[in-house]
């Protein structure tokens, strides 16, 4: 696959202005898809401000169950494809390929609480909640910590 940086461009935000989408978004029936779509764009265009494409640990928590290597995505995206295009290509390269285990595996890392993690991301999470979260919003869920530290809540 040939890269297109102008084409990237056209679907490209300025991570350092701008927030990614929420990882509740989804793009290819997978939730954290989209926001990994945002990063790697930006990462490719050096716009991605303090956002990492790879490594991530939202984006591994995807890629991990999808049997899609960070490398691979960033192939496609660098190629400058829509949306729609790299959707597309998300359903016909993960290796899940039953609908209702993605649609298990969407609400377990939505509904997935802060002591369902591992140790080690709730050690790092302790001390990154309180500078990154409003005193006054409680965090439910995991992803509640991007919405509200992104101020989609």
Same mark, same amino acid.
């Given at each position: 696959?040939?890269? @297109?940086?102008?084409? %990237?461009?056209?679907?490209? !935000? +300025?991570?350092?202005?701008?927030?990614?989408?929420?990882?509740?978004?989804?793009?290819?029936?997978?939730?954290?898809?989209?926001?990994?779509?945002?990063?790697?764009?930006?990462?490719?265009?050096?716009?991605?401000?303090?956002?990492?494409?790879?490594?991530?640990?939202?984006?591994?928590?995807?890629?991990?169950?999808?049997?899609?290597?960070?490398?691979?995505?960033?192939?496609? %995206?660098?190629?400058?494809?829509? +949306?729609?295009?790299?959707?597309?290509?998300?359903?016909?390269?993960?290796?899940?390929?039953?609908?209702?285990?993605?649609?298990?595996?969407?609400?377990?890392?939505? @509904?997935?609480?802060?002591?369902?993690?591992?140790?080690?991301? !709730?050690?790092?999470?302790?001390?990154?909640?309180?500078?990154? %979260?409003?005193?006054?919003?409680?965090?439910? %869920?995991?992803?509640?910590?991007? +919405?509200?530290?992104?101020?989609?809540?």
């Amino acid at each position: 696959m040939a890269k @297109d940086l102008d084409k %990237v461009k056209r679907y490209g !935000q +300025d991570l350092r202005k701008n927030y990614p989408r929420s990882p509740r978004e989804k793009l290819g029936g997978y939730v954290i898809a989209a926001p990994c779509v945002d990063k790697c764009r930006a990462f490719l265009l050096g716009i991605n401000g303090e956002y990492n494409y790879w490594p991530c640990s939202l984006a591994s928590q995807w890629f991990t169950f999808a049997g899609i290597t960070p490398e691979q995505f960033k192939e496609v %995206v660098a190629t400058g494809a829509s +949306d729609e295009e790299i959707a597309e290509w998300i359903v016909s390269h993960s290796q899940v390929k039953n609908t209702d285990d993605v649609l298990k595996w969407n609400n377990q890392l939505r @509904d997935m609480r802060l002591s369902e993690m591992s140790l080690q991301a !709730q050690q790092y999470l302790e001390e990154y909640i309180p500078k990154v %979260v409003p005193k006054h919003r409680p965090v439910y %869920v995991w992803f509640d910590v991007y +919405d509200l530290e992104e101020k989609r809540l």
